[in-house]
C-alpha cells in the first residue's frame, strides 16, 4: 500500500539533547513537508521540500533541520536549540505541481522532560 | 497565499447536513480552495477542493461563491465519525522555481456531531 510513514508515534527525550524523527513515503512525490501542533492550535509549518537535496523554512523553523537526500525521505532534527519542543509533529507529501491534496502521516508526539 | 476565517466551533445533529462556512476575501486567480480534517491526534485527512466550480466527491460537496471570497463545505449526512477539527486552506498551485505550493493552515472549526 502507498503511503506515508512517520516513527516513532511515541517519543520521549531528555531536554538538551537533539532527537530525529523520520517520514517516509513511498507514493513518488516530489514535495514533503514538515509542521508542528500544539494542543488546541492548528500546524504550523516548520520547513518544506519541492525537490530532494533542496528545502526552505516554513514559520517556525528556528531550532529544527531537516535533510533530504532521497526523494522517500524527509528527516526532521529537534535540537536543543529548539526552547520548547514538546508537540505534536506531523509530516505530509504531495505532488509538486498541480492543484494535488497532500497526504499526512500519523504523526509523531514528542515529549522532553 | 490568502487567509482564511472559519467559525471557531460548530455543533450538528446527527443524520443532518453539516455546513461549515469559510471566508477568504483576499484569494488570487489561481488560489484553489481545500478542506482537511483533523480527528483528535491524528494526522488531517484531504476532503474536498476547488477553484471556481462546485464540487462534490464522496465524502462531501464544496460550494464556492461566484466572486470566490467564501466557501461553505457540506457533509450532507453527518455522522458521529464527523466530529473533527475542519480547516480550509487556500493554496496556489506550484509554479516551478521559488513559488511553492505550501499549505496553510489556520485554526479550523471544531464540529461536534450530536448523537
Known amino acids: 500500500d502507498g503511503g506515508i510513514t512517520q516513527s516513532p508515534k511515541y517519543l520521549f527525550r531528555k531536554e538538551g539533547q537533539n532527537v530525529t524523527l523520520s517520514c517516509e513515503q513511498n507514493l513518488n512525490h516530489d514535495a514533503m513537508y514538515w509542521y508542528r501542533q500544539d494542543p488546541g492550535q492548528g500546524l504550523r509549518l516548520i520547513y518544506y521540500s519541492q525537490i530532494v537535496n533542496d528545502f526552505q523554512k516554513g514559520d517556525i523553523a528556528e531550532g529544527y533541520s531537516v535533510s533530504r537526500e532521497k526523494k522517500e525521505s524527509f528527516p526532521l532534527t529537534v535540537t536543543s536549540a529548539q526552547k520548547n519542543p514538546t508537540a505534536f509533529y506531523l509530516c505530509?507529501?504531495?505532488?509538486?505541481?498541480?492543484?494535488?491534496?497532500?497526504?499526512f502521516g500519523q504523526g509523531t508526539r514528542l515529549t522532553v522532560v | 497565499d490568502a487567509k482564511t476565517t472559519q467559525p471557531t466551533s460548530m455543533d450538528c445533529a446527527e443524520g443532518r447536513a453539516a455546513n461549515l462556512p469559510c471566508n477568504h476575501s483576499t484569494i488570487s486567480g489561481n488560489e484553489y480552495v481545500y478542506w482537511y480534517r483533523q480527528i483528535h491526534s491524528q494526522g488531517p485527512q484531504y476532503i474536498i477542493h476547488?477553484?471556481?466550480n462546485n464540487e462534490t466527491n464522496e465524502m462531501a460537496s464544496l460550494i464556492i461563491t461566484e466572486d470566490r471570497k467564501s466557501s461553505t463545505l457540506i457533509l450532507p449526512h453527518a455522522t458521529l465519525r464527523d466530529t473533527a477539527v475542519y480547516y480550509c486552506?487556500?493554496?496556489?498551485?506550484?509554479?516551478?522555481?521559488?513559488?511553492?505550493?505550501?499549505?496553510?493552515f489556520g485554526q479550523g472549526t471544531i464540529l461536534t456531531v450530536h448523537p
Open positions: 505530509a507529501s504531495s505532488i509538486a505541481d498541480g492543484d494535488t491534496e497532500a497526504f
Open positions: 476547488g477553484l471556481k
Open positions: 486552506i487556500v493554496r496556489a498551485p506550484y509554479a516551478g522555481g521559488t513559488s511553492y505550493g505550501k499549505l496553510t
